[in-house]
């Protein structure tokens, strides 16, 4: 058991610190016969004689001082592992013998092995070790094996200690020197190789070696000349390497024997200054050696022609032959079995006939590389019935410009093409003309493209190439590319690319179609949705509908688009003959003759029901208020009608001013009012339904097929330039019924304003507004800016028919922007001075059982309360109904007394629980300030009915006045009069959503906070309109179809729910109160008392 001897733990940490690893450690001193183990450890009586670790490149480790410990080792062999650490380690280890550390890692001096004296064999080829040779040895006479080659020992052959049975020793690449003679007295030696080291002296020495048999001393100082004193010596010697000395190998003067060298098998003299014939070398010196089967003799200087050796010795042994680099002029013959002859690098060299042809035939290795033959038709001849070319350019020569094709693979030839056929086997590259290997390049702005004796190509035009251009690559445009078009080379810009002077610009900022390469900025056709419009070298977008523009195929002449079929002027804004306008698109009149009654019928029902409720409007105002509250009792349907046409004029303005913000949908496509197209319907095909709802005279387009029937530009003029008139004119029409009966002209007029005035102020925005830009907000060249409503007239002309048609659109802005909020401005201030009065007196009550109402001077008036409404007593009732329809529900008893009013809650009436979720500060202020407007409100309508009859303003304007909680607010139809002309002037400017975001939304706050409407449920309305005219602008301008038209929907959906859930109010309940109370005062004034109903009507 080894892991119970005492030096176990020592060899144990020896072998851990080389790297073994643990398990294999255990292997080795519990299971030591394991086949398994790789390492071989010999114990004599517990004592470690031999480590062998050979071959183990898994090991890295170190030689540890724990190495001195092993006082019996004999034999340590780490050669060809990856074991370092210094030899030093060895330096007490006085029995070791064999010591293999080839190919370690192990270094230091040499000079630590001095005092090893049994030491037979060591080896440190490979490592690192160092140090003087005659330092490191004393005399071991048992020494038989030395090899320091590949190593940095130095020294003098000459302190080399006396080693009587040395019998190889091996000192290759070491920097040792001295004289070969002070080894002449080892005469056991058997090996010797001094190549490549400074040792000098003569050949001679090798005389007194009778045993050797390998001697290498190339790349020494060795000279010397081998005489007749060779003859008899060496006979065991079978390697002689003598390449690049000085020894003179000649010839002897006598023929050799059959003894001289008869071993030698390898004899090398390359590099060697022979300096004589081939046939001396071969005949008179070596031909009786008949076991020289290796002959080396490259570069010797040799020269002559290869003889027959046929009946010496050495033609049966030599199975190689290298003569490369001598002078040689002719081979005669090859020897009999040799396999292999080098001829590389001999110039002008002859075969005798059948030569080469029997070697090939023999699979002879014949190197021929860097040969020029003296008699080509050799050449010839064994191409044409011997060798095969091969199929691949071996040889490329980039400075003299050529390339060869080799041997095909099969023989055992190898040659230089351009020197063994270059006629033949080679060729002028690409960019290079000529033949075989004489070539020249190409000169500039040319190219070739193929091998062979081509032409070289002058290059396209525009583009330049240095010499020796290889393809149509090498030539550079000046601008762009290379592009081949039907089968020439041409220079222009790549594809998606457009020549623009002397650069290439991409087609994409340009929107130009450059789907081939070659394309030029001024010809390139525009994409679709684009148009050339004056700019020579760029298309502009254009507007919605983008496929009205449709380029592709065709080029664009100048500033002319090429639109698509049925489209026409500058970017296909108007259509062309045979063709109508129907939205913003132009369908074929033949196939769709019926587009656009859809539309029109719904403008022509909406005027049908407008005029049918002007109708009723009028016949209302004739007919006595009394009258129409006495014939029947109000019910919650009659009050839910009244709501409803009340509602009514406010969607109309919200569906109006929804089409006006449609605009801001920009670049989305905007389909047409119904019917059939060649291009599909776009993402807001409501559009052109609810623009009829504007009632402008441009629907009249589609109608009745007048485009069709008369000159469609004609009639699109005609249209454009009567839209904005005709509501004036139909306001004009309406105020000269105002001779017909007092006060109706007025009426009408107003009513006209509330149905007309957002389509008129829309179609003189149109007539009068120049598109200056492109569908992506991008400025149209100078002069090519059109009008929106008239594209075939330039914003800049100055023809007659322009200076009309803006006679008529500013004098229609005026109208719309001026004079129509004028006049309201007007009526506003009439009926301010008109009931400036009403607001110089106050009323206050007293509810405590009894609703007590009495009137009291305002501080500062000079109005006697005596001299109000004719008398106190229509202004007392008028209060007291205020107060009962806000305090009271039920049955109540209405009373006049001295001074005041009295009312008196009868059995089964209430206190109205209107109020009761507020806080009771809250809840008083809130009813305190709802009975004095609603005592005003009535106030002012009984001042209106005084007046009515001697102002037939006030007359005419009475429904708009009592529209509001308070004649006053009369200013918020002047403001939405100029919202709407703020909508219509902003959609079109570059701010379009943040203005119409703003003006949108400070109406919807405005609306909130005033209250304006006499009705509560209107006022909700009209803020719930404005905020949906918000979102809709966001909508348009995001392209967000479905919240457009939910924003459209939205309104009319809060309408209909404040109609089902609060019909009534408190402001309505009044003023039906006082229309019944009214007709009673005379009853009233002589003491007797009236019953009303005040009570909230309701479905729930």
Request: aromatic residues 8%.
């Amino acid at each position: 058991n080894a892991s119970a001897c005492p030096q176990a733990p020592v060899l144990r940490s020896l072998l851990k610190q080389m790297g073994m690893a643990e398990d294999e450690l255990k292997t080795i001193f519990e299971d030591p016969d394991d086949p398994r183990k790789r390492t071989v450890i010999t114990w004599i009586d517990c004592n470690v004689e031999a480590i062998v670790l050979k071959r183990r490149e898994d090991l890295r480790g170190v030689l540890s001082d724990d190495l001195l410990k092993l006082q019996d080792l004999k034999l340590l062999d780490l050669s060809n592992t990856g074991i370092g650490g210094n030899v030093a380690t060895l330096r007490k280890a006085r029995k070791l013998k064999d010591v293999w550390l080839q190919a370690s890692r192990v270094f230091g001096d040499l000079a630590v092995l001095q005092n090893l004296t049994n030491l037979q064999q060591v080896s440190f080829r490979g490592s690192e070790i160092h140090g003087d040779l005659s330092a490191a040895f004393s005399n071991l006479p048992e020494f038989k094996f030395l090899d320091l080659s590949e190593t940095k020992v130095g020294g003098n052959l000459a302190g080399l200690p006396q080693f009587p049975e040395l019998r190889r020793l091996y000192l290759k690449n070491t920097q040792v020197f001295g004289n070969l003679k002070t080894l002449s007295n080892i005469a056991n030696i058997t090996a010797l190789d001094l190549s490549n080291t400074s040792v000098s002296g003569d050949i001679s020495a090798i005389l007194k070696w009778p045993m050797v048999l390998e001697v290498d001393l190339s790349r020494t100082k060795v000279t010397g000349r081998l005489g007749r004193s060779w003859a008899k010596c060496c006979k065991r010697l079978h390697t002689l390497r003598l390449a690049n000395t000085q020894v003179k190998f000649v010839p002897l003067r006598h023929v050799p024997s059959p003894s001289w060298m008869p071993a030698l098998s390898v004899l090398e003299l390359s590099g060697s200054p022979l300096n004589c014939s081939i046939a001396d070398l071969l005949v008179r010196a070596l031909r009786l050696c008949r076991s020289l089967g290796n002959l080396k003799v490259a570069r010797c200087g040799l020269h002559g022609r290869l003889p027959r050796l046929g009946r010496f010795a050495v033609a049966r042994a030599l199975a190689s032959l290298d003569l490369e680099g001598n002078r040689l002029t002719a081979v005669t013959a090859l020897p009999l079995i040799c396999q292999t002859v080098i001829l590389a690098d001999d110039q002008n060299l002859t075969f005798n006939p059948g030569v080469l042809k029997n070697a090939l035939a023999n699979g002879v290795f014949l190197d021929l590389q860097n040969v020029t033959f003296a008699k080509p038709a050799e050449v010839t001849d064994l191409l044409d019935t011997t060798l095969e070319i091969g199929k691949y350019r071996t040889l490329v020569n980039e400075e003299l410009g050529f390339a060869c094709f080799d041997i095909a693979s099969g023989v055992s030839l190898r040659v230089s093409p351009e020197k063994f056929a270059p006629e033949r086997l080679c060729s002028c590259m690409p960019g290079w003309i000529g033949s075989g290997t004489s070539c020249r390049k190409c000169p500039r702005n040319s190219f070739k493209e193929d091998y062979g004796l081509g032409a070289c190509l002058p290059c396209p035009l525009n583009s330049s190439s240095p010499a020796a251009a290889r393809s149509h690559d090498s030539c550079q445009c000046d601008v762009g590319v290379l592009f081949e078009q039907n089968g020439t080379w041409r220079c222009g810009c790549p594809k998606d690319y457009a020549r623009l002077g002397k650069s290439c610009v991409k087609c994409d900022e340009l929107h130009l179609d450059c789907t081939y390469a070659g394309s030029e900025a001024f010809s390139a056709s525009a994409l679709p949705g684009f148009a050339r419009l004056g700019h020579p070298t760029r298309a502009f977008q254009c507007l919605p509908p983008e496929l009205r523009c449709n380029a592709t195929g065709h080029k664009a002449d100048g500033p002319t688009a090429v639109c698509l079929k049925g489209y026409s002027g500058p970017l296909c804004m108007d259509c062309a003959a045979t063709y109508y306008a129907t939205g913003s698109r132009c369908a074929p009149c033949l196939a769709e003759a019926a587009v656009g009654w859809s539309a029109w019928l719904v403008a022509v029902v909406v005027v049908a029901v407008a005029m049918v409720a002007a109708w009723w409007f009028s016949r209302r105002s004739a007919t006595p208020a009394a009258s129409l509250s006495l014939s029947t009792s109000p019910t919650s349907f009659s009050v839910f009608k009244e709501l409803i046409s009340a509602q009514g004029p406010m969607l109309l303005q919200m569906c109006q001013l929804w089409a006006v913000l449609a605009a801001l949908s920009g670049s989305k496509t905007v389909g047409h009012a119904g019917g059939e197209s060649d291009v599909d319907a776009g993402e807001f095909w409501e559009v052109p339904y609810v623009q009829a709802l504007q009632l402008s005279v441009t629907n009249l387009k589609s109608a009745l097929n007048l485009q069709c029937n008369y000159d469609g530009a004609a009639v699109r003029f005609a249209l454009a330039l009567a839209a904005p008139v005709i509501p004036l004119l139909l306001l004009l029409c309406c105020l000269v019924c105002e001779f017909w009966r007092h006060g109706l002209g007025i009426n009408l007029g107003l009513q006209a304003i509330t149905l007309l005035y957002i389509g008129g102020a829309r179609s003189c925005s149109d007539l009068l507004s120049c598109q200056e830009t492109d569908g992506a907000g991008d400025a149209l060249p100078p002069g090519f800016a059109f009008r929106q409503a008239m594209p075939y007239f330039w914003c800049n002309d100055e023809s007659q028919v322009k200076r009309y048609v803006d006679l008529v659109g500013y004098v229609s802005a005026l109208c719309y922007a001026l004079v129509i909020p004028c006049c309201l401005l007007y009526l506003y201030a009439r009926q301010h001075i008109a009931l400036q009065s009403s607001r110089m007196i106050g009323a206050a009550a007293a509810h405590s059982g009894d609703l007590r109402v009495c009137l009291y001077q305002v501080r500062g008036s000079s109005v006697d309360p005596q001299d109000l409404c004719g008398d106190s007593d229509r202004r007392h009732l008028a209060a007291l109904t205020a107060y009962v329809a806000v305090l009271l529900r039920g049955r109540v008893e209405l009373r006049l007394e001295a001074k005041e009013a009295l009312a008196r809650p009868l059995e089964g009436a209430s206190h109205s629980d209107l109020w009761d979720f507020l806080a009771s500060d809250v809840k008083e202020r809130s009813i305190t300030l709802k009975c004095r407007s609603i005592t005003e409100m009535l106030t002012e309508r009984c001042i209106l009915q005084e007046v009515e009859q001697s102002d037939r303003v006030l007359s005419g304007a009475k429904n708009l006045l009592l529209k509001y909680t308070l004649c006053g607010n009369l200013w918020m139809e002047i403001v939405q009069k100029l919202v709407a002309v703020g909508l219509v002037s902003v959609v079109g400017s570059l701010d379009a959503l943040q203005l119409s975001l703003a003006i949108t939304l400070a109406m919807a706050a405005i609306s909130g906070m005033v209250q304006p409407y006499l009705l509560p449920q209107l006022n909700t309305l009209q803020c719930c309109c404005f905020l949906c005219l918000a979102l809709a602008a966001l909508s348009f301008d995001f392209g967000w179809p479905f919240l457009s038209r939910s924003a459209l929907l939205l309104p009319f959906v809060v309408s209909a729910l404040l109609a089902l859930a609060t019909p009534d109010s408190a402001e309505r309940l009044a003023v039906r109160l006082w229309q019944e109370v009214e007709p009673k005062l005379g009853q009233l004034q002589k003491g007797q008392s009236v019953e009303i109903n005040a009570e909230i009507l309701s479905f729930f």
